[in-house]
C-alpha cells in the first residue's frame, strides 16, 4: 500500500500531514503497512509522473486531496493523465452536490460542479462530511487506485466507510491479533514492573506503549496464528493494569464516563476553573452525552466560585483557590447547584505566569462529590498549559470513572 | 529544497511526521519552498535509490532519520551507496561521542560508535541535542546532501543551527514579502468578489487562502523586489476584508477579543449549550485571560439554562433550546449572573442526532449582550459535530469582536 498526499499547504508549513497516521492505523490492525509516502503541490504534471510509478511499484495506491472545486484541486486530471483515461460527470454526484449547495444557500458554479467528474469506470465513493466523493479506479493486474479528499475529517470519514472495508475483504488472513487497553495514572515504567510481577513473557508477541497527556496506550500484537498464546498475554496485562485501564477499546475516557453514568441512570456536573471549559468540551464531544451531562461552571474568576458554586469565602481567603478544601467545595456546588448526582471539579495552576514556590506552576487539585460528601486529589504535571489543562481535566473524569466502578 | 524522511515508525502510525512543516516553516521565510517529500521506511536500498532520484531533481537534498546507533539506522550507508562514496570515520566526533556516553555512564559499544561514520569529504554538523551528528555533503553540479537525524528535538536544532544558515548565505535575496489576515464570517468567494470590487489585480503578487472551521487565512505573497507593490496591494486587500480580518499577525481570535477586552478594562462572561465549554476552553487557552474572562455556564440541560441563566421557562417552551429568544436570554443571563460587561451564547443543533425539519443539525443561534441589551445570529453549518460546534465557538467570539470595533 502506497500513500501520495497532494496538497501544496502541505508543503509549505500551513497544514501538518497527519494522514499518514490515519492511515497506517487502519492498515495495521489489517496487517497491512504503508510501503511508503510521498507528499506533492498542486502540480498537475509530478502527480500523474508519481502516480505512474506508484502504480508500478505497489499494489494498493491512495491519494489525498485536490478533488475539491478551485483551480488547484487536479487530482482528478492527473489521475486521468496517469491511467490514460477519461474523465465523466456522474449523475448521482451531480445530483448530491446540487442539493447540498442549494441548501446552504449557494449555487452550483462549474468550478464547484467539477466534483462530479470521476476516472471513467471508477466506483464512486459516498462523502458523508463533505462535498468532494472518493474514487476507486480498480486496474489492470488487481492494482487498485483511490482517491481521496484532502481535509482530515473528509480523509477520515473515506478510510472508514470504504478503504478499510475494501482492504478487510481483500487483504484478510493477514491481520495480527492485536489487543489494546487505554490507561489513566499508570506511567510505562510502572507498568513494565507490574508485568514483571505477575508474570508476563511477551515471546513472539510484542508489547508497545504511546503516552499522551493523560492517557497511555498499551498494545498487546500477536501474529495471525498465536489465537492461543494472545488470550494468555491479554489475560496478564489485564490483570497488570486493572482498573488503571479505562477501555480495551481505545473508548474515549468521557465517553467510558457517560456509559457508565448512563447505564446507571446517573447525571454529572462539572466546575471548572484551571481547564476552563475542557472538560464540558470533552464531554459535550461525546454524542448523546445530554443523557448524562447536566451541565457545567467554568468559575474563573474567584468571586464566580462563591457566588455560582457556593464555595465558601472564607475557604478562599484561608487556602487559596488551588487547594484540596476548594476542590472539593466545587464539586460539592456542582452536584447541588446543578443538581446531578456526581460533580467534578479542577483548579491548578495551568501557567505559564500565576506560580508561587508553594503552588508551583502544573500544580492541580481535582475533586470528585456524591451523594456522601467528597474527595480531592492532586498532582504536579509538567509541561506547557495546554498539557498541564489536558492532564487535569482526564484526571478529573477517571477519578469519577474510578468512583463509579467501586 | 527536496526532502526525504526515514524510518518505519513514521509509515506504521507510531510517530506523525511533523518534519515537513518544521523544515517549510524555515524555508518559507527564506522565499524557497519544500518541492516534494517521501517517507520510507529503514530499508537501506530504497533509501539509496530514492537519494539517486532525488540529486537528479533537486538542487538541496535533506534526510531525516536513521543515523542513531541500531541496526535498522542505515541512511549513513544508503548514502553511501547512492554517491558512490565512502564512510569514514569522524575523529572529532568520536571524541565527543565518548565523552558524551562516559558522561551518562554508558559504554560506546560498536555500534554507538557508528555515528561517528560520515560520508568522506562531508562537513560534520554538530548536533547539540543528541548523540548523532549530521553531515553535509557538497556534490558536483552545485548540488548538497544534507542528513539530519530524525528525533524532532535533534531535527529542529539542525535546522536552526546549519540548514537555515547555509540556505541563507546561499539563497540569499530570495525572500518574499508576506502578509496574512485572519478572517471570520467571509468565505472565499466572497473575499474574492470584494476583492474585485476595490480593484485588486494580483499581477506578479500570490494571493492565497486557507479555511478551516470558522476561520480563513488570506496570505498575500510578494517577489522580494516588489516593496512598493506589496503596500499598495495589502491595502487593497485590507479594505476588501474590512472589519471581517480580525488579525494581521496570526493571533488567535480569543486571543485579539481579549486584548480588545483588556484595553477597555473590561469582561466577558459565555452561556454554552451546544459549544459544551468550547468557547471557555478557547478563551482560558490564552495566557492571563484571568484579566477579562469572568466565567462560564456550560447549560446543558434545558432546565439549567433557566436556573442558571434566568432563561424564562415560557421562551424555552414556545421557541425551543435553539432559537432566537433563548440565544439572547441566554447571554443576557450569563452576562447578568456572572457579573460581566458582556455576555455571549451558544445554543444549536451539533448533531449527529436530534435534528427535526424546522431545526436541522448544524443550525446554530449566537448571541452577544451588553448593558443595553443584545443581539442574536445564526446560520446552518456543515460538517460533523466537532467542526459544527467550532464554527459556533468561532462566530460567536466574533460577534464579540464584532460588537467591539463598534
Request: aromatic share 4%; with cysteine; hydrophobic share 45%.
Amino acid at each position: 500500500v502506497e500513500f501520495i498526499a497532494t496538497g501544496s499547504e502541505l508543503l509549505i508549513g500551513r497544514s501538518l500531514n497527519t494522514h499518514v497516521r490515519r492511515l497506517a492505523e487502519a492498515l495495521v490492525p489489517l496487517g497491512l503497512q504503508v510501503a511508503r509516502e510521498t507528499t506533492l503541490p498542486d502540480d498537475r504534471s509530478a502527480i500523474a509522473a508519481e502516480l505512474r510509478a506508484a502504480l508500478v511499484r505497489s499494489q494498493v495506491v491512495l491519494v489525498s486531496g485536490g478533488l475539491g472545486p478551485t483551480c488547484d484541486d487536479v487530482t482528478r486530471e492527473a489521475a486521468a493523465d496517469a491511467l490514460g483515461c477519461a474523465l465523466v460527470e456522474d449523475a448521482a454526484t451531480l445530483d448530491r452536490l446540487r442539493v447540498r449547495y442549494l441548501a446552504s444557500g449557494h449555487e452550483l458554479t462549474p468550478g464547484r460542479r467539477r466534483q462530479a467528474l470521476v476516472l471513467e469506470g471508477a466506483a464512486v465513493l459516498v462523502n458523508r462530511v463533505g462535498s468532494a466523493p472518493g474514487q476507486r479506479a480498480d486496474l489492470e493486474g488487481g492494482r487498485v487506485l483511490f482517491l481521496l479528499p484532502g481535509p482530515p475529517a473528509e480523509f477520515q470519514a473515506m478510510l472508514e466507510d470504504h478503504v478499510t472495508p475494501w482492504l478487510r475483504r481483500h487483504a484478510g488472513g493477514l491481520a495480527p491479533i492485536v489487543h489494546v487497553w487505554m490507561v489513566c495514572g499508570l506511567v510505562e515504567g510502572e507498568i513494565i514492573e507490574r508485568l514483571k510481577e505477575v508474570g508476563f513473557d511477551p515471546g513472539p508477541l510484542e508489547l508497545a506503549y504511546c503516552a499522551s497527556p493523560g492517557q497511555l496506550e498499551v498494545r498487546l500484537t500477536a501474529p495471525p496464528d498465536h489465537k492461543a498464546g494472545m488470550a494468555r498475554a491479554a489475560d496478564l496485562v489485564r490483570a497488570a493494569l486493572g482498573e488503571h485501564a479505562y477501555s480495551e477499546t481505545r473508548e474515549d475516557l468521557a465517553a467510558v464516563v457517560g456509559r457508565m453514568l448512563q447505564h446507571r441512570g446517573m447525571t454529572v456536573a462539572v466546575a471548572e476553573s484551571c481547564t476552563g471549559g475542557l472538560i464540558g468540551q470533552k464531554i459535550t464531544s461525546v454524542p448523546g452525552s445530554s443523557a448524562w451531562f447536566r451541565g457545567g461552571v467554568v468559575a474563573y474568576a474567584n468571586d464566580l466560585k462563591t457566588r455560582l458554586l457556593e464555595v465558601p469565602g472564607e475557604l478562599l481567603a484561608a487556602h487559596g483557590a488551588v487547594s484540596e478544601p476548594v476542590a472539593r467545595a466545587m464539586a460539592e456546588g456542582a452536584r447541588r447547584r446543578l443538581d446531578a448526582d456526581f460533580g467534578i471539579s479542577t483548579t491548578g495552576v495551568a501557567g505559564p505566569d500565576g506560580g508561587t514556590p508553594d503552588k508551583p506552576v502544573g500544580l492541580v487539585w481535582w475533586a470528585v462529590a456524591d451523594r456522601e460528601g467528597s474527595r480531592a486529589l492532586s498532582r504536579r504535571f509538567f509541561g506547557d498549559r495546554a498539557t498541564i489543562r489536558e492532564w487535569a481535566a482526564q484526571m478529573a473524569l477517571d477519578a469519577l470513572r474510578r468512583r463509579l466502578i467501586r
